[in-house]
Nanobody, 115 residues
């Protein structure tokens, strides 16, 4: 089993920043990719950013230049630095891990941006 624990969400004013964290534990022998997705009310879950085991990154166009994904030194933790937040970024943010073809999800952390 794989467990993902997210933290760092909260309420912030437009223009502010938050740093989301996700720690993976359990059977994480080989993590192929880690990432963040988000789901706003009434909308489908969408990709925010991903990072591979080789540290290649990919971003949604809506967050490029404002968000930065990175991994911790132990490689079992992924971070999402979110800057210049706007109300459209309000959503539940989910951590996602791909291990040997299987996908695992965290429980989600709420990010609310007030105008």
């Amino acid at each position: 089993q794989v467990q993902l624990v997210e933290s760092g969400g909260g309420l912030v004013q437009a223009g502010g920043s938050l740093r989301l964290s996700c720690a993976a534990s359990g059977n994480i022998f080989m993590i192929n990719k880690m990432g963040w997705y988000r789901q706003a009310p009434g909308k489908q879950r969408e990709l925010v950013a991903t990072i591979t085991s080789g540290d290649s990154t990919n971003y949604a166009s809506s967050v490029k230049g404002r968000f930065t994904i990175s991994r911790g030194n132990a490689k079992n933790t992924v971070y999402l630095q979110t800057n210049s937040l706007n109300p459209e970024d309000t959503a539940v943010y989910y951590c996602n891990v791909l291990i040997l073809g299987r996908t695992y999800w965290g429980q989600g952390t709420q990010v609310t941006v007030s105008s």
